[in-house]
């Protein structure tokens, strides 16, 4: 039965999805280590530097947004 006060209350904001923002560092990090791997295999060593900072840093964001994620979720103590 309602009163009419959930019409009044405003949304909720919608959390951030840390999960789906790891799984996309995760992909980016897959698909430069691949990137590297092939362009080590064709011998075009001058661009395999920053492909693999790029794999470093899109790791590092994967960690960081996973830190995020349990950091926020409910069940964990603050």
Do not use: I, K
């Not at 790029?54 to 926020?72: E, I, K, N, Q």
């Amino acid at each position: 039965m309602s009163t009419g006060h959930d019409a009044e209350r405003p949304p909720r904001p919608q959390r951030p999805r840390w999960g789906v923002r790891t799984l996309v560092f995760l992909g980016l990090t897959l698909l430069f280590g691949t990137l590297t791997n092939g362009l080590t295999g064709a011998g075009a060593d001058g661009w395999t530097g920053v492909t693999s900072l790029a794999a470093w840093v899109c790791l590092a964001g994967a960690a960081w947004c996973s830190y995020r994620g349990l950091r926020s979720a409910s069940w964990l103590g603050r």
